[in-house]
């Protein structure tokens, strides 16, 4: 079957610890996204990368990073510095229409 | 400032009533795409409409896009159970940037 995967469903974190969400899509799509879903805010842009080993910072991209190494990974680090990390994270990729299709998430609590 | 406005936030709607949401930009909408989402889960892909005055179905849903492609509508006939959850439109707006943004959803339940 096609589609993406992310890993795990959730996650709990002690304050001050690094975060690695996983992202895995096998739709061969060149871009992919990392989103941020927080109540009442709609879906934020943190990262995205058009093409491999190219990624671009999104909106609210202080205190994450990522990589691309092959097409179809793109793992997000949610690192110390990002102040507010609880948050249910979105990764997706994009088809030849521009339409996005989306893994099921993971929820982070850092407590 | 929200680039898509989303409206009703919520709605509550008794099993077998239609309804319909809107998605509005003051922006050209290149692309407009509808997503329903159940809670703590992804967003699942519904429908693409790129073409003013274009309209697409899909079992009980119809959308819409306005000529002018500011506006786009969702319509579902004879709600079900099955169609409560949110629905959020996203949108390619030609920010010469590649990306889509988001309204902030419309919450669905259906009652019996």
């Known amino acids: 079957d096609g589609g993406i995967t992310q890993s795990p469903k959730y996650l709990f974190r002690k304050e001050g610890q690094n975060v690695t969400l996983s992202c895995e899509q096998n739709l061969n799509h060149d871009a992919m996204y990392w989103y941020r879903q927080d109540p009442g805010q709609g879906l934020r842009l943190i990262y995205y990368?058009?093409?491999?080993?190219?990624?671009q910072k999104g909106d609210i991209a202080e205190g994450y990073s990522v990589s691309r190494e092959k097409k179809e990974s793109f793992p997000l680090t949610v690192t110390s510095a990002q102040k507010n990390p609880t948050a249910f994270y979105l990764c997706?990729?994009?088809?030849?229409?521009?339409?996005?299709?989306f893994g099921p998430g993971t929820r982070l609590t850092v407590t | 400032s929200q680039e898509l406005e989303q409206s009703p936030q919520s709605l509550i709607v008794q099993e077998g009533k239609n309804l319909t949401i809107n998605c509005t930009s003051s922006k050209t909408l290149y692309g407009l795409y509808w997503y329903k989402q159940k809670y703590g889960e992804g967003l699942i892909f519904l429908m693409m409409l790129q073409k003013g005055g274009e309209e697409k179905s899909h079992e009980k849903i119809t959308a819409k896009l306005d000529e002018k492609k500011q506006q786009s509508s969702l319509h579902i006939t004879a709600s079900q159970p099955s169609h409560a959850g949110i629905y959020l439109c996203?949108?390619?707006?030609?920010?010469?940037?590649?990306?889509?943004?988001f309204g902030t959803g419309t919450r669905l339940l259906v009652s019996p």
């Open positions: 990368s058009q093409i491999v080993n190219d990624f």
């Open positions: 996203g949108a390619d707006i030609n920010t010469g940037f590649q990306k889509l943004v």
């Open positions: 997706a990729s994009e088809g030849q229409g521009r339409e996005q299709y």
